[in-house]
């Protein structure tokens, strides 16, 4: 199904290689051990019991009848907690606003009230029915606009009209810059909730042992964020909790906010019995009780000169928060950056709002801004473009953004692909508005500009954002350690290629030990398409410290000067003279000598250089291919085509899969995905209901390379995981305005509404 752009050349002997993930043998024969596999002697199972209201005040909650039945070893409730409130986001800490168990007041269908711990889980589940919750139930909103109005029901008292969060950002002078505008545009654009809908739910295993030792497992994308949130709500010292991510089933930005509520409530229960304790998410919670994406309202004005130069962009956003905050404020900042990518323009004013709603709370997910605000941006393109008469495409090449520019808000672009990518998918263009059988064809184009990682923190901790260490071994092995996570996007093989290619040794003499807060250096996490950047300049800067202390003491065993030795094929040689030389693993002998049997170690960490945007910045544009059955209203994707300027690929074979794994969420996006609600309650919490794009259904794909080397990314690497989600959306939306004339503003696209308008214009 995949069509590889030609081959990938390296000089390199790790880097550039396809390789499969180091752990898809053991996922794919079932050797791989998730947090269900951890299993404990003396092990308990919890359930949470959660609102069936969307707002209410909590008047009563007796437990004393699950208590009492047997099998129950234990029941938290809010008293139980230290009622000390925790997301996210700790700066300003106004941006916390999450109990971990309910004590006064319930936000959401879905919100947590109690835990039970019992012998089984059939146990567990029957002692949620008999706690006893008495509600005073209050009025709920589920409307953010309705939300904001005066009189609107108060979700929390700390916030006026709801709003939880108002980003305004202004650079340049947008009244001029309109004001010499040949011509203005103006489009309101609405995007869906959807759910991450990751194959292994929220899960988890708590133990806790005597003396103040708490250790758990669990299915996350930031280890260390769930440290520090534990610590935080059970009030212990970080350093008596370790966190452990074991093989997670994928995440997608759904297990990126820190600790979920799982989390507490077997670390609580666990250190109530002293016995481990398992709680994990059933499907329906997975869907009704978790984040998920920011539905928005955009309303985008954009400015241009006659002959298409971008003028100024201006954009009135209203975001749907839900309940709480967790990642959801830094949503309005970073969708201020997606805005400005991947396009220059002399002036941009954004006016965000998320507002909080009666739902389940909205924070990242795959992409985190990006997909909607490149929906609109992207699809009003388009719009220009025919306003114009242009070729959307050339309006595009003449306004995207190249090495070396800085963009209005000051962020510096070191690498840029974009032209390049415009010109690679023009070459997959096929013809628009013509029939095919009883269907209509349309080609359509949309276009991203992403961070490698995000210069801002949203946790304390060290400073550091990445940290690695590496140390080598007699055998001639080596170790890393590091903090990244890897939750499916292979990280572990990426870092690895990375050690492998700087000491010169093969893939395989490197173990990598992942995700540990008792033994790995701290790191953020896995988001904001962080980690190849990141972890990646930790692990080669680690690497490289264990290089210079074998090339001392090499050059002091061969007598020769550090200059004139090099690295090879796991030996190290003095140029020109490969017969006088030592392997990998004399070397690292020779350097315990010569140390007084100290480890041959290196530490590395990365900063960015900056704290505001990103270290480096991705570019890429998809092209969608799409026939419309005039009977129906149906969309189908014939064709995909990505062209992606991720840097110097470490692994081709995983840049495929990530890219094909975007295009599946983007077509979902687009087509088929959205998460239902009625009064607050979520109507389609199931793998039946909510409709995610099957095998069946995905078109084959050309991934189209653009070779750019990166000078920040290690080897020259960007991130690719992220970026090429959001493209998907408006290339679809485009490819239906150019096949049929239907100017689509609001996902997902159904079929009825493709129908409807099919009627409208024949």
Request: aromatic share 6%; charged share 25%; glycine share 10%.
């Amino acid at each position: 199904m995949l069509k590889r752009g030609g081959l990938f050349v390296t000089n390199h002997t790790q880097i550039g290689r396809r390789l499969p993930l180091l752990d898809a043998e053991a996922k794919a024969t079932g050797q791989a051990r998730y947090s269900s596999d951890v299993v404990l002697p003396r092990m308990l199972y919890g359930k949470i019991l959660r609102s069936t209201l969307p707002h209410a005040r909590l008047l009563r909650v007796d437990t004393s009848q699950a208590e009492r039945l047997a099998g129950v070893k234990a029941v938290v409730t809010g008293r139980d907690t230290s009622g000390v409130k925790y997301g996210n986001v700790v700066v300003p800490e106004g941006f916390r606003d999450r109990l971990a168990l309910a004590i006064d007041k319930v936000r959401y269908i879905g919100d947590e009230i109690a835990a039970v711990a019992a012998v089984d889980e059939d146990t567990a589940q029957e002692a949620l029915g008999l706690i006893e919750v008495e509600f005073e139930e209050l009025p709920a909103v589920f409307d953010p606009e309705e939300a904001m109005k005066p009189g609107a029901p108060q979700i929390h008292a700390h916030v006026e009209r709801n709003i939880s969060r108002r980003q305004l950002m202004e650079f340049g002078d947008v009244a001029k810059s309109f004001r010499d505008a040949y011509l203005v545009r103006e489009d309101q654009f609405a995007t869906q909730a959807t759910s991450h809908v990751p194959l292994e739910t929220h899960g988890c295993v708590a133990m806790y042992e005597s003396p103040c030792k708490l250790t758990l497992w669990t299915s996350t994308q930031v280890p260390f964020y769930v440290q520090d949130d534990l610590a935080m709500t059970l009030k212990m010292p970080r350093g008596d909790i370790r966190v452990i991510k074991p093989v997670t089933g994928g995440g997608f930005g759904g297990k990126a906010d820190g600790m979920d509520a799982t989390d507490f409530c077997a670390s609580l229960l666990s250190i109530k019995t002293g016995r481990p304790v398992r709680v994990a998410n059933t499907r329906e919670e997975e869907f009704s009780a978790t984040r998920r994406r920011h539905p928005m309202i955009i309303r985008l004005k954009t400015a241009v000169a006659r002959d298409g130069t971008l003028l100024a962009k201006e954009c009135h956003l209203i975001l749907d928060g839900g309940a709480y905050n967790h990642q959801g404020p830094i949503t309005p900042m970073v969708f201020s950056t997606r805005f400005m990518l991947p396009y220059r323009q002399e002036a941009i004013r954004c006016d965000a709002s998320r507002v909080y709603t009666n739902k389940s709370p909205s924070s990242a997910m795959r992409g985190f801004g990006s997909p909607q605000i490149h929906f609109a941006q992207d699809v009003q393109m388009d719009l220009i473009a025919g306003d114009l008469g242009v070729d959307p495409l050339e309006l595009r090449l003449k306004n995207g953004l190249e090495t070396g520019e800085t963009t209005i808000s000051g962020f510096h672009i070191f690498s840029s692909g974009f032209r390049e990518t415009l010109r690679r998918v023009r070459g997959v263009r096929v013809p628009t508005g013509v029939k095919a059988g009883d269907a209509l064809a349309g080609w359509g184009l949309g276009c991203t500009g992403f961070p490698c990682g995000t210069g801002r923190r949203s946790h304390s901790g060290s400073e550091a954002y990445s940290g690695a260490t590496v140390v080598a071994h007699e055998d001639g092995s080596v170790t890393l350690l590091t903090g990244a996570a890897d939750v499916g996007q292979g990280s572990n093989t990426t870092l690895s290629q990375i050690v492998a290619e700087e000491l010169a040794i093969p893939l395989e003499r490197v173990k990598t030990v992942s995700a540990d807060t008792a033994i790995t250096p701290r790191d953020f996490g896995a988001y904001s398409s962080r980690t190849t950047m990141m972890a990646g300049n930790a692990a080669l800067e680690a690497a490289r410290r264990v290089k210079e202390q074998l090339l001392d003491a090499t050059a002091q065993a061969l007598e020769a000067n550090v200059s004139d030795l090099v690295l090879k094929d796991g030996r190290i040689e003095v140029k020109g003279s490969p017969e006088r030389g030592l392997t990998f693993a004399e070397a690292v002998v020779g350097a315990h000598r010569s140390s007084a049997g100290r480890d041959v170690k290196g530490e590395g960490a990365f900063i960015p250089v900056t704290a505001e945007g990103s270290p480096s910045w991705s570019f890429g544009t998809n092209a969608a291919h799409v026939e419309i059955d005039r009977e129906t209203g149906q969309v189908v994707v014939r064709r995909m085509a990505v062209a992606r300027d991720s840097g110097v690929e470490i692994n081709p074979m995983a840049v495929e899969g990530q890219i094909e794994g975007s295009v599946h969420m983007g077509i979902g996006f687009a087509l088929t995905e959205e998460l239902m609600t009625q009064q607050g309650q979520v109507l389609n919490p199931s793998l039946l209901d909510y409709k995610v794009v099957t095998p069946l259904e995905m078109p084959p794909i050309d991934v189209l390379r653009v070779d750019v080397t990166d000078p920040v990314g290690p080897f020259g690497a960007k991130e690719v995981g992220e970026g090429a989600v959001g493209p998907n959306a408006p290339a679809i939306a485009n490819a239906i305005l150019h096949a049929a004339g239907i100017q689509v503003k609001t996902l997902p696209i159904k079929s009825e509404r493709v129908l409807e308008a099919l009627k409208e214009t024949s």
